[in-house]
């Protein structure tokens, strides 16, 4: 029938259309692996036997790939060399690999958004900033939250933990690479954080592997309150997004915070921290919102919460919110800085 035989041809027309886009894509992101590989021969590495320092206080932002500026980008470079004209002097690499909430698997990292060239590059040049670097990698995970992942049962679990095993000695390997100033061993992941005596392991082999400080970046909260592995790390981190009062006092935030580390007796890192540019931020935590724009609002609060604070023992860093966010600009209402040139510097 005339309609079959149509049908027919349409199909394999769409069948080649796709083979040869295929085709293009596979070339293109080989030409570009090349040429990101000729880049990374003109850029200074930092000597292997640099010490690791005893950090100062660090100003700086979670520095996520995004379309079309993915990490290896012409457009990541150039957004990475304007951060010092804001005040930021330490960056966040986050590459991800993803995990399945109904499944005990860990996989897909060093993709072609994150690749471990294109963290090498921004590694090099945040360096030759003079920028400290947190490699900050992360789940992300396919219809959910990481800090819903949960595998109660013992073999899932332990299915699980060899997995992100890997996971995590891959990147402790690319730590090391590229002379990582911090290493973050985990994140938020709120459900499989209580099994401590796993956490310790993953820990100590990712001391067998890079030789500087490490941390964990737990969700405020109960997260953050009740890790049982402080001990083991440099660093206690807290992706610190607690409410402050309408005063913006930081005395509640003050002790929360101070109550970990009075029991552990280790510096907190704020892994990453912020609020939206929206009316009363210190009430919206976690989501952009719609509704009417406001800057100076969230100025004071991120003011309060991360540069005050540093009068409080024990502070480190505050690595602030995701910079490079796609289609970011003066009136968005969501946690990105970027775009927001005549309000925002650290």
């Given amino acids: 029938m005339r309609w079959l035989r149509l049908f027919g041809i349409a199909v394999f027309a769409a069948f080649l259309l796709l083979a040869g886009a295929v085709s293009i894509y596979r070339v293109l992101a080989r030409k570009q692996a090349r040429d990101l590989q000729a880049k990374l021969a003109t850029l200074p590495d930092v000597a292997a036997n640099t010490p690791y320092p005893k950090l100062f206080f660090q100003r700086g932002v979670n520095f996520t790939a995004e379309f079309p500026s993915f990490y290896g980008t012409d457009g990541a470079v150039q957004m990475l060399r304007q951060l010092p004209a804001y005040g930021v002097n330490a960056i966040a690499l986050v590459p991800y690999g993803f995990a399945s909430p109904k499944e005990p698997h860990v996989r897909g990292w060093n993709t072609h958004w994150e690749s471990d060239a294109g963290v090498t590059q921004l590694a090099r040049v945040a360096h030759s900033l003079g920028m400290k670097v947190l490699l900050k990698p992360q789940l992300w995970s396919r219809g959910g939250n990481p800090a819903d992942l949960s595998f109660p049962v013992a073999d899932d679990k332990a299915a699980w933990f060899g997995e992100y095993r890997q996971f995590l000695e891959h990147y402790a390997q690319l730590a090391v690479a590229i002379h990582a100033d ?78 970990v580390q009075a029991r552990f007796g280790k510096p907190v890192l704020f892994t990453e921290a912020g609020f939206p540019s929206w009316r009363r931020p ?33 502070l480190r860093a505050c690595i602030g919110g995701r910079w490079a966010r796609t289609g970011a600009g003066e009136r968005t209402t969501d946690h990105t800085r970027h775009g927001k040139s005549r309000r925002w510097r650290w």
């Fill in 182 to 259: 911090v290493f973050c061993v985990g994140v938020e992941l709120e459900k499989m954080s209580p099994y401590a005596a796993e956490w310790r392991g993953l820990i100590a082999r990712a001391r067998e592997i890079y030789p500087g400080p490490l941390t964990y970046a737990a969700n405020f909260g109960t997260e953050f309150e009740n890790v049982k592995f402080w001990d083991a790390l440099d660093f206690i981190g807290v992706d610190e997004y607690y409410p402050l009062p309408e005063g913006l006092s930081i005395e509640e935030l003050e002790q929360k915070i101070s109550a």
């Fill in 282 to 314: 210190i009430r919206r935590l976690g989501m952009s919102q719609k509704g009417r724009w406001i800057c100076s609002g969230r100025r004071r609060v991120m003011r309060r919460c991360c540069v005050d604070f540093t009068g409080s023992r024990g």
